[in-house]
């Protein structure tokens, strides 16, 4: 069972979240291109590979799936599709000679936030290909690239799609801005769901810290700020790194190399447990952030 509608596999994946940051089977890291031999899935996509689209006026799973045709619709994501859309044109030149090149020539025009290694044809036809990055036997990301279409010569990327971050190997998304997060179960929690990152440099932030809970939900965002390097008015209260539990604090049961995330039902903080104490992250201001 593939993609049928916003989400992916449903509870019947649910089992196998633990283990979504092992070794992606038939994912390569090495070579000289991005397609590795692989193996192949015990229930391929049987779809068209080409499905009208229609631009994603947000980024909801409805939204995604029908901005990226085929590709939303091969992916098998445990919680959420993450990414997808169609390319635009390019010109004579920028396309490739062979679906290979095609793929080649989709990291290199849309430069996504995806392994560039360990892609595998999935399905061909006399015009397009299906290529999947896999983890665990599921597709986590996949490229329909396609042969002279109108304003695309030659081979290229015609629609992609992705599911979340967490469901990639730890060892793609330890070497990006991810800092995932488990549950108490030890499954890596979706950054739709949880997401840290450090402040962007660009603004002076990178000594800051964001915290984002509930994305895929209404989002609420909170920072850590121990040098002050954020600006007058972007925290709702100060950063406190000696604070106490409240009375009515539930621990989430997230986790992250020694750090422990708490809330309780006043939403202008949330603490975070470590070793050391309690620190209270204060939420941040609506309407503040780095340009």
């Known amino acids: 069972m593939r993609v049928s509608g916003a989400y992916g596999r449903g509870a019947a994946a649910a089992a196998a979240a633990v283990a979504l940051a092992a070794t992606a089977s038939g994912c390569g890291g090495g070579g000289s291109g991005p397609v590795v031999d692989g193996t192949a899935p015990p229930v391929p996509y049987a779809g068209p590979l080409h499905i009208a689209t229609r631009e994603a006026t947000g980024d909801d799973p409805a939204a995604l799936l029908a901005a990226s045709g085929a590709a939303g619709r091969a992916l098998e994501c445990t919680s959420r599709i993450y990414a997808g859309g169609s390319s635009g044109a390019w010109s004579?030149?920028?396309?490739?000679?062979?679906?290979?090149?095609?793929?080649?020539?989709?990291?290199?025009?849309?430069?996504?936030?995806?392994?560039?290694?360990?892609?595998?044809?999935?399905?061909?036809?006399?015009?397009?290909?299906?290529?999947?990055?896999?983890?665990?036997?599921r597709t986590k990301v996949a490229v329909v690239v396609a042969k002279d279409q109108p304003g695309r010569p030659g081979w290229g990327p015609e629609t992609s799609a992705s599911c979340d971050p967490a469901e990639l190997p730890a060892s793609f998304t330890d070497r990006g801005p991810y800092q995932i997060w488990t549950d108490g179960h030890g499954a890596r929690v979706p950054?739709?769901?949880?997401?840290?990152?450090?402040?962007?440099?660009?603004?002076?932030?990178?000594?800051?810290?964001?915290?984002?809970?509930?994305?895929?939900?209404?989002?609420?965002?909170?920072?850590?700020?121990?040098?002050?390097?954020?600006?007058?008015?972007?925290?709702?209260?100060?950063?406190?790194?000696?604070?106490?539990?409240?009375?009515?604090?539930?621990?989430?049961?997230?986790?992250?190399?020694?750090?422990e995330l708490w809330t309780t039902p006043d939403t202008s903080r949330v603490y975070v447990r470590t070793s050391h104490g309690v620190e209270a992250w204060p939420a941040v201001t609506p309407g503040h952030g780095c340009a």
């Open 191 to 259: 950054v739709t769901t949880l997401n840290t990152t450090e402040g962007p440099a660009h603004c002076g932030w990178q000594q800051a810290r964001f915290l984002e809970l509930g994305a895929a939900t209404g989002s609420r965002e909170y920072a850590r700020d121990p040098h002050g390097v954020l600006p007058p008015g972007s925290l709702a209260a100060p950063y406190d790194p000696d604070a106490a539990l409240p009375a009515d604090a539930r621990d989430t049961g997230y986790h992250r190399k020694g750090e």
């Open 92 to 137: 004579e030149g920028d396309g490739g000679s062979t679906p290979e090149e095609g793929l080649t020539a989709y990291f290199d025009m849309e430069e996504p936030d995806v392994p560039r290694t360990g892609y595998r044809v999935e399905r061909r036809d006399a015009d397009r290909v299906l290529f999947s990055y896999d983890v665990g036997l």
